[in-house]
């Protein structure tokens, strides 16, 4: 006879949990995204253009239309026939989802980067938004108020006997130092990794890395009611393949590719598309297209 029985549950009995998204069907809070894309594709600027929209408390975007031909436009049209670009397809307006109110992010990225690339398009984000950044940055037991201050780049931990020595945090072991961070810049609503393998711990191989550090960051998610964004560039030791068989693990991902509707053409930006490659809280939302002008993103063709 078996000493093991049946745990049986009533659905009925079971209270419904709505999902909280910092974007609507595309970046719910409490789980972790990842966004998978070609290396220089545009991941970063993506990820930077959530994070000043989430600190200054800006709407995201969101497309009132599917693409359509523009060569479906009517004869009538005055454009329709004497547009340069009448044969690309277009979206016709991107309305945007308004965000509740401003908070803080939280960045992990490499150190480095920082002079060259990142600071640089906080500035052009700046300078979109009119979103000065001569001000000093509050601390975080001030009111919060929106200002792009509000995205805050974690160095590493270091001693406190030392704390120009720090280490760069490694993922999963990492994962369960951030809660007190999160707590402490407190409300936080978003934590991007740009890139997350460069804050992997060397397991026996790359796909075990992976799961290990999206199961643990997951669960951090979870813990702290916050989105997390990984930012996942495909490499030669980290291909596609590797990151798509991690799908089953995850609730929501997005890929970046070019549009293919929409060929280059001389001194138009190339177009990009973010389209759904995962999405289980919510119905898979149309692409939405943007292009990369100068160091930053338009959110219309």
């Known amino acids: 006879m078996s000493d093991r029985q049946p745990v049986l549950t009533h659905l009925a009995r079971v ?26 594709s545009g991941k970063s600027f993506l990820a930077l253009d959530i994070a000043a929209r989430t600190a200054l408390g800006l709407p995201l975007p969101e497309p009132a239309a599917t693409l359509v031909p523009q060569q479906a436009a009517s004869e009538n049209s005055p454009t329709s026939s004497s547009h340069p670009t009448s044969h690309i397809s277009h979206i016709s307006h991107i309305p945007h989802i308004p965000h509740p109110k401003c908070s803080r992010v939280l960045l992990i990225s490499p150190t480095e980067s ?3 690339s990142t600071v640089p398009r906080i500035h052009a984000l700046a300078s979109a938004f009119s979103a ?11 009111p ?25 945090p490694y993922f999963p072991g ?16 978003l934590l991007i990794i740009d890139p997350l393998p460069s804050f992997l711990t060397i397991y026996e191989t790359p796909h075990a890395g992976l799961i290990a550090a999206i199961q643990r960051l997951g669960e951090l998610a979870a813990r702290t009611n916050i989105a997390v964004l990984a930012v996942a560039p495909a490499t030669r030791r980290l291909p596609p393949a590797t990151y798509l068989s991690l799908l089953p693990t995850l609730t929501t991902a997005w890929l970046i590719d070019r549009d293919a509707a929409a060929p280059d053409l001389p001194g138009l930006p190339p177009r990009r598309l973010l ?25 219309h063709p």
């Open 15 to 40: 209270p419904a949990k709505p999902t909280s998204w910092l974007w609507p069907s595309r970046l719910p809070r409490g789980y972790i995204t990842l966004l998978l894309g070609a290396p220089s």
């Open 114 to 116: 920082l002079p060259e």
């Open 132 to 142: 000065p950044l001569s001000a000093a940055p509050p601390s975080p037991q001030q």
């Open 144 to 168: 919060l108020v929106p200002s792009l201050h509000n995205i805050i780049h974690f160095t590493g931990f270091s001693d406190i006997s030392d704390p120009d020595d720090y280490k760069r």
């Open 174 to 189: 990492a994962a369960k130092e951030f809660d007190s961070v999160i707590e402490e810049i407190a409300p936080c609503s």
């Open 275 to 299: 389209l759904p490659l995962k999405s289980t809280l919510a119905p898979s939302p149309a692409p939405l297209p943007f292009p990369i002008e100068g160091s930053r993103i338009t959110w």
